[in-house]
């Protein structure tokens, strides 16, 4: 049974681009988050997507966008990217009833923007 | 605004001892607290989690206690492996779906 797995593991972006990363969730979840962790801190919260719609939002401004899709899966898209959006990416899952708390992540997508 | 903090950035300890690693929280209407396991590279693993009506859960060879007169919460761990090494997150939940609010870790160190 495979967990969550994330795509591209890492990536290498301008300043001024757009970046798509994209997650499968784990079978027989159907919630997803998405967290941005800069070296050295925890994880902060992007947003959470359920039922295709963004349910939560945390302090992010609107370049960051999501979309989840029929299957669960999601994708975080960053538009003009800055320096400080390098981060290591992180989408986690969660399974039905559990208030998408228990979070289970994947391995991440390493962002760095030049 | 609210945090979750940790004591301590760092811990070493001997290969067969136990560790105790600490995190303060600030929203006391946090109802649910999780702890997880970060390896270089990897994600945040699970380790174990708690709900404010409880003040102690077991798993293998873990153990998390939660204060919440003092706003506290530890993970223990019994008979620390050189596999234990890694960033231990602290977060608190419950009052948003999916929001989890993590501290800024510590790093455990197991020495053989």
């Known amino acids: 049974d495979a967990g969550v797995t994330q795509s591209p593991t890492h990536l290498i972006k301008t300043r001024g681009q757009q970046v798509t990363l994209r997650c499968s969730p784990k079978?027989?979840?159907?919630?997803v988050s998405w967290y941005q962790q800069a070296l050295g801190q925890g994880p902060q919260f992007i947003f959470q997507?359920?039922?295709?719609?963004?349910?939560q939002r945390g302090n992010f401004p609107d370049r960051f966008s999501g979309h989840q899709f029929p299957n669960y899966s999601s994708e975080l898209n960053v538009n003009a990217l800055l320096l400080g959006d390098s981060a290591l990416y992180l989408c986690a899952s969660s399974r039905p009833g559990t208030g998408g708390e228990k979070l289970f992540f994947g391995s991440g997508t390493q962002l760095s923007v030049l | 605004g609210e945090s979750v903090g940790l004591h301590l950035p760092t811990l070493s300890v001997q290969e067969g001892d136990n560790s105790i690693i600490n995190c303060a929280y600030s929203?006391?209407?946090?109802?649910?607290f999780i702890w997880y396991k970060q390896e270089s590279g990897k994600g945040p693993q699970f380790i174990i989690d708690?709900?404010?009506?409880?003040d102690k859960r077991q798993g293998q060879r873990v153990t998390v206690l939660l204060n919440k007169t003092v706003k506290h919460l530890s993970l223990q761990i019994a008979a620390t492996q050189p596999g234990d090494s890694a960033v231990y997150f602290c977060a608190e939940g419950g009052t948003s779906y999916g929001k989890l609010t993590f501290g800024q870790g510590t790093i455990l160190t197991v020495h053989p």
């Open positions: 997507y359920y039922e295709e719609e963004e349910r």
């Open positions: 929203n006391s209407a946090s109802d649910y």
């Open positions: 079978s027989g979840h159907d919630t």
């Open positions: 708690i709900r404010s009506n409880m």
